[in-house]
């Protein structure tokens, strides 16, 4: 009997946060009303406040979950493999909404009442690892600091998809970022890397 309904408070929460994504992702933080949030997830008001104390404390798991169900490489290989996880994400924010909508809320955690660098530590040392790796093998130009360099490609990721959903609801992205990499590479990667790396929005999407 236990497991059963373990289940399904675990289906119910898993309703609730896509149901919220959804709307945080099409209306924004603000306008997104805890009626709609219910509604779209078919659940009662007690059963969102069984998961979730306050539409605050919703936004906080959408924003802090964004990537749980993304497939991404286990173990850092270096360049190609940042390169390709990139262009891999810039796919999926087309696709994934839990993904669009955390990186929504992390854009918009002033008008969300939310101070929270969790998600964005998250992705600097997902592409640090990378980035470590990188040097290990030799990729890197002596002066690049993979710590620095980090937070330098979340930053510019972050931009480059911002623009772009405003520009064609995503629909280039994958493109863009391949282009950001065409002048990140060159100050970052050995010749000898530099020579052998491709960047192939392709590849991205043999990911998905």
Do not use: N
């Not at 289906?11 to 099409?26: G, H, K, N, P, Y």
């Not at 286990?74 to 262009?87: K, S």
């Not at 999926?92 to 993904?99: A, G, I, K, S, T």
Request: avoid cysteine.
């Amino acid at each position: 009997m236990t497991r059963p309904r373990q289940e399904r408070a675990v289906r119910t929460r898993e309703a609730i946060l896509r149901a919220a994504a959804e709307v945080f992702d099409e209306f924004g933080y603000s306008a997104a009303g805890v009626s709609k949030i219910l509604q779209r997830a078919g659940v009662t008001q007690g059963a969102m406040y069984f998961h979730f104390k306050s539409k605050e404390d919703l936004g906080r798991a959408v924003l802090v979950e964004q990537a749980a169900a993304l497939a991404l490489p286990e173990a850092p290989a270096g360049l190609q493999q940042l390169i390709d996880m990139t262009l891999f994400l810039g796919f999926e924010l087309q696709r994934d909404v839990l993904l669009r909508a955390g990186v929504r809320l992390a854009v918009e955690q002033g008008e969300a009442g939310l101070r929270d660098f969790t998600v964005y530590h998250m992705w600097i040392d997902r592409f640090r690892a990378e980035l470590d790796a990188a040097d290990e093998r030799g990729e890197l130009l002596p002066q690049v600091d993979a710590a620095e360099f980090a937070r330098v490609l979340v930053a510019s990721f972050t931009g480059t998809q911002l623009m772009s959903d405003v520009e064609s609801g995503r629909e280039g992205l994958p493109a863009q970022i391949a282009v950001l990499w065409s002048y990140l590479l060159p100050g970052i990667a050995t010749p000898a890397a530099l020579a052998r790396l491709v960047v192939d929005v392709e590849r991205g999407r043999a990911m998905l």
